[in-house]
């Protein structure tokens, strides 16, 4: 098995934040969309849970808890650092808001959106308690918010906390979409929803695909990508006054012009032949630029091929650039 297997289920929020985990950190895997009412006898033999996401790692690892998936794949590769490494503080936050989530939110969520399979509850209290959770997480919200820009669950930037509930508090506005959205009181929510249902993650995230069959060949996710062929050469494009910044710092993390790797995620980079057309998009109003020829072999984050907005598939690396894969610097053209 070249890449690990990931047993989904495309509308299932949990396997929803597993696998917005594999695309914030570069990793590429082998998808296996599961039909709930006829799961494979692999996925329970994987797992006798039988429910997604179950991953399997290339050495026969088998995680089937979509949290511990996440934090499989960020401790790989963490670009926007979700999991704020070194910062306890935020650290026990995030737990804490990830435990209300899959606890009494979930509870909640559960008798209000699937009040027909909990006879005798009272699906509009259960949905007024789930509410009483987001008027909370609003209030959090809405005090990071700044300059017009919706806010994140913790810190100033999005983070685990984020990724592993908001999946969930999609499902609560599918079970009423007209009240949610008439929600006076829940403005920082709405903001903060919209802002992942719009980004372009989210297109690649619930790209639809049919149910897996023994007889399938290898489909990846994210559908659109494939590994990085590092028998050629890559290649990236720098200002010069963000190289020599490099050069102080010892570290690369300039993503494309006027763009870092704390904002967008990853490094573009590009195969000899791109260098061209990515100069002449980015950089020719400006006049030289520096070339930067990379060793793969010293890049140890992961690198995955992306579908630029014309189509044409592009080398990202997920995590900074280190000097000493660096080959040679050229000026170009």
Known sequence: ?????????????????????????????????????????????????????????????????????????????????????????????????????????????????????????????????????LLEWNIRLAKQESNNCHGWLVGESQSMAD???WPFVRQYRLADPSNFDLDQDLQAIKRWLEAFLKHPLFIRLMTPTEPWQRTDPPKSFPVDACLVNTNQALFHLALIEDWEEACNQGVYQCSTRGLNLKKIGFIHLSYQHQLKSTYNQFYRDIGPVFSLKLNP???????????????????????????????????YP
């Open 163 to 165: 990724w592993a509930t």
């Open 1 to 133: 098995m070249s890449n690990p297997l990931l047993y989904s289920f495309r509308r299932c929020p949990y396997a929803m934040r597993a696998r917005w985990a594999l695309l914030v950190s570069g990793l590429l895997v082998n998808l296996r969309e599961v039909a709930l009412k006829n799961k494979p006898p692999e996925l329970l033999q994987a797992s006798s849970k039988g429910t997604v996401p179950v991953l399997i790692d290339i050495d026969g690892t088998v995680i089937d808890e979509s949290i511990e998936i996440m934090h499989w794949a960020l401790k790989q590769a963490d670009p926007l650092n979700g999991l704020r490494s070194g910062k306890t503080t935020e650290q026990q936050e995030i737990n804490q808001l990830i435990e209300q989530n899959d606890g009494p939110f979930k509870y909640h969520l559960d008798r209000f959106k699937y009040a027909y399979r909990f006879q005798g509850e009272d699906a509009e209290k259960h949905r007024n308690m789930a509410r009483e959770i």
């Open 297 to 331: 072999e010293e890049l140890t984050m992961p690198l995955r091929a992306e579908p630029s907005s014309e189509g044409e598939l592009f080398p990202h690396l997920f995590g900074a650039l280190p000097l000493r894969a660096i080959e040679l610097v050229e000026t």
